[in-house]
């Protein structure tokens, strides 16, 4: 860990919070393109994520703990699967679950942030050629216009979660691949995916309060010696791309985990010797100071909120470590001017990581027999961070 001296405060209103993903969490999905590729026969995928943690109905323990930790803040993903389970027919009842979701927030005295978009569709938009179809904006915006009147009363509304992890799996691949080299984006995807961030702000700027954003993944690149022009090419349209059309927005979401060092011929490996996460990824708490920082610049000095930040790991004393880290990083970051709005750890619960269960994000553990849930002492320590909104090193056991 890092040495410090003084206590590592915060600013008043400091948002502290959990992040979550409806796919990830709540539990057939069945609607969804996720759920399609899960069951196939020929799926590439090491299981599928069938009841995961039952958060949806479960979600009022879930919200319930985020609060009793001491957080303030609870980050969650509306599933357009759900919302529009057949083109063109939208389901009360579901928007109204999404509601008491809000609600419940409020009165746990949570500030929900909503994610309108988190990596799955609908199985008829995926049908119909998902973001390369012609209409695919104007049918994201029709399900933006249908969710508003339920977000009125929201202030923090990202509409799409990690449009380059998007644009480069194009939904067809696992984001495991972060690890290894990842593909390069379709042009037609990425565009779209501005477009369709554009056309939802617009509609949320009805609502003079609601504040709108995107949040992307950072990937802190590193250039390999004399390998510069390479990582600003590689980068690009696999990041910076989607950073600059963030300006001009109300915030912006970072999303840090890992670096990636680009040799001449693009990623290189993780060092054999390096720590690594159950990810496959290197342990590198300094992704967050780093993308942060990044984001600030090619985003035009946009607001950030930090959307994730966390690791996959079975060490839960590990997770302790990493985090602060990160923060440490990114009051650094924040003494050298950056505007940062909060911090949400990625994740709530140990949740479906797009293929497996296995790398375990969540500062909360569940029984898969049960669904019991259990947070673990990672929770506790980031409870009482955000609660005396000072970051300090837990006593050892
Ligand atoms: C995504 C999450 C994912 C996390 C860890 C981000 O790419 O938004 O859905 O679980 O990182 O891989």
Known sequence: MSETTMPLTFPKEFLWGASTAAHQIEGNNVGSDWWKREYSEKTDLSEPSGDAADSYNRYPDDIGIAASLGLNAYRFSIEWARIEPEMGHFSTAQLLHYRGMIDLCREKGLEPVVTLHHFTHPQWFANRGGWRAPDAVDLFARYVEKVLPIVRDVTWICTINEPNMLAMTRGEEGTEMAAAALPTPDLQIS?????????????????????????????????????????????????????????????????????????????????????????????????????????????????????????????????????????????????????????????????????????????????????????????????EVATSNTLFKPAMP
């Open 191 to 383: 565009e779209s995916l501005v477009r369709a961030h554009k056309r939802a702000r617009e509609i949320l700027g009805q609502v003079p309060t609601i504040r709108s954003g995107w949040a992307v993944a950072t990937q802190a690149f590193h250039a390999m010696l004399g390998c510069e022009a390479e990582t600003l090419a590689y980068g690009y349209p696999r990041e910076d791309f989607f950073l600059e059309a963030a300006a001009g927005d109300d915030w912006l979401g970072v999303q840090a985990y890992l670096r990636t060092f680009i040799g001449k011929d693009g990623p290189v490996p993780v060092p054999a010797d390096a720590e690594k996460t159950l990810t496959g990824w290197e342990y590198f708490p300094a992704a967050l100071g780093i993308g942060v920082r990044h984001a600030w610049e090619l985003a035009q000095h946009t607001p950030i909120l930090i959307t994730e930040n966390g690791i996959a790991t079975a060490q839960d004393s590990r997770r302790i470590d990493y985090t602060y880290d990160a923060l440490v990083g990114l009051r650094d970051a924040m003494d050298d001017g950056i505007d940062v709005r909060g911090y949400l750890h990625w994740s709530l619960l140990d949740n479906y990581e797009w293929g497996s269960y296995k790398p375990t994000f969540g500062l909360v553990a569940w029984d898969p027999d049960t669904f019991v849930r259990s947070p673990k002492p990672s929770a506790y320590w980031l409870g």
